[in-house]
């Protein structure tokens, strides 16, 4: 089976840099995704890597590095609109679900 | 483009009655079909999965239960509510990747 861990929860200032971590267990994986979700709504998918390195979409970064089942993200110039939970995830290889992390809820404050 | 709807937005049921939640797929054919339940702070669970019409497969055994009648139609049943099935529930498609897109959710509230 598939388990992604996430811290609980980050807090940062406006205009600061945060990066929020993911520790996967998995039997097979395409790539790792990012996802937002802010309270009320729906999650929106922000990021993907298949490969190893780094990703960039504007301030929103995203890691992978498959030796050592880690990722995170990296959010640059916070914003309080970035105040939201964000999960990674992974699709599993045989049974093509997305499996999701515990989530981390991030608080910026001004 | 591909839209997602989900409805109704909110619902208030009592313990024991019936549910139907439904969701469509506009601008996409043959996607992957998705329920997820979210409790208040919570993560996502993933309750049901379809690849195809009539294929239904079941995470977590409870008294929901789904069905995909038509390619781009989802639906969320239970005969008989209880207050632990109160949560936000969230339909969701993908294509191929590993993008999955949402349906605004319906918050349900057991009372």
């Known amino acids: 089976g598939q388990s992604l861990e996430q811290p609980s929860e980050v807090t940062a200032v406006e205009g600061a840099i945060v990066q929020i971590n993911c520790t996967y267990q998995?039997?097979?994986?395409?790539?790792l995704s990012w996802y937002q979700q802010h309270d009320g709504g729906a999650p929106t998918f922000l990021s993907y890597?298949?490969?190893?390195g780094l990703e960039e979409t504007g301030r929103f970064s995203s890691f992978l590095s498959r030796s050592d089942s880690y990722g995170y993200l990296l959010l640059q110039e916070l914003q309080m609109k970035d105040s939201a939970s964000y999960f990674c995830?992974?699709?599993?290889?045989?049974?093509?679900?997305?499996?999701f992390g515990t989530g981390t809820r991030l608080l910026v404050s001004p | 483009s591909q839209t997602i709807h989900q409805w109704p937005a909110t619902l208030v049921q009592p313990v024991g009655s019936p549910l139907s939640l439904e969701c469509t797929v506009e601008?996409?054919?043959?996607?992957?079909l998705y329920w997820y339940r979210q409790a208040a702070g919570r993560g996502l669970q993933l309750l049901f999965y379809?690849?195809?019409?009539?294929?239904i497969s079941s995470e977590v055994p409870q008294n929901l239960s789904a069905s995909r009648p038509q390619d781009r139609q989802f639906i969320l049943s239970s005969k008989k509510l209880l207050l632990s099935d109160s949560g936000f529930y969230l339909c969701?498609?993908?294509?191929?990747?590993?993008?999955?897109?949402f349906g605004p959710g319906t918050r349900l509230t057991v009372t």
């Open positions: 969701a498609w993908r294509a191929g990747g590993d993008e999955q897109y």
């Open positions: 998995t039997s097979g994986f395409y790539g």
């Open positions: 890597n298949a490969l190893d």
């Open positions: 995830a992974v699709r599993d290889r045989v049974l093509q679900k997305l499996v």
């Open positions: 601008g996409t054919s043959n996607p992957n």
């Open positions: 379809s690849v195809g019409i009539g294929q």
